[in-house]
Structures are given as C-alpha cells and as structure tokens.
Nanobody, 114 residues
C-alpha cells in the first residue's frame, strides 16, 4: 500500500523558515521522481519543487533561492526547506511520487502571517 505522509506545516511569520518532510512507503522510492506541490483555495495545484532519481533538482521561479528540495533514499524521505517565507507561500503543500503512476500525500498546511 502506497503511503506519502507529509509533516512540518504550521503557522510562521513572514521571513521565517519551515522544513516540510514526507515519509514514503509501499513503493520503490529511489526509482521515483519526488515532488512538492502546493494549492490555495480556488486555484489549481502547482508544482513547487522536484528532485529526480539522480538527485537533480528544479524549483519554481518564485521560490528560487528560498526553497530547497532534497531526498534521502536510505530513509525514503523527501524534504522541502523553506526560508524567508512570504504570505503568498501560504498554501496546502503536497508531496508526490511520479513514475508510471502519480501518488499523492494528504497535504500539510503552511500559513505565513504576522
């Protein structure tokens, strides 16, 4: 049974930091591209960051220099380090695993507000 469980969301002030974690199980983690997406009410879910099988990363332009994605294949974990958070980063953040199928977690809410 595939599971992706996100954690680490919460309320943070503008300029603050959070690290999101995603624990994966039920599939061969090291062979999947891992992603973080986010979604706000009334908008489509959008990709934020991706880490490939070989470790190559890409991030959305609006978070470049602030967000870093990483993976630990030994622990079946993927992380999103978020620094200098802005109110517009407020969203539900989802972990996903992509190869032939696209698996999703339940999401973790991040609220950036003073």
């Amino acid at each position: 049974q595939v599971q992706l469980v996100e954690s680490g969301g919460g309320l943070v002030q503008p300029g603050g930091s959070l690290t999101l974690s995603c624990a994966a199980s039920g599939f061969t983690f090291s062979t999947y591209t891992m992603n973080w997406y986010r979604q706000t009410p009334g908008k489509e879910r959008e990709p934020v960051a991706t880490v490939g099988v070989g470790g190559t990363t890409t991030v959305k332009d609006s978070v470049k220099g602030r967000f870093t994605i990483s993976r630990d294949n030994a622990k079946n974990m993927v992380y999103l380090q978020m620094n200098n958070l802005k109110p517009e980063d407020t969203a539900v953040y989802y972990c996903s695993a992509l190869r032939a199928q696209h698996y999703w977690g339940q999401g973790t809410r991040v609220t950036v507000s003073s």
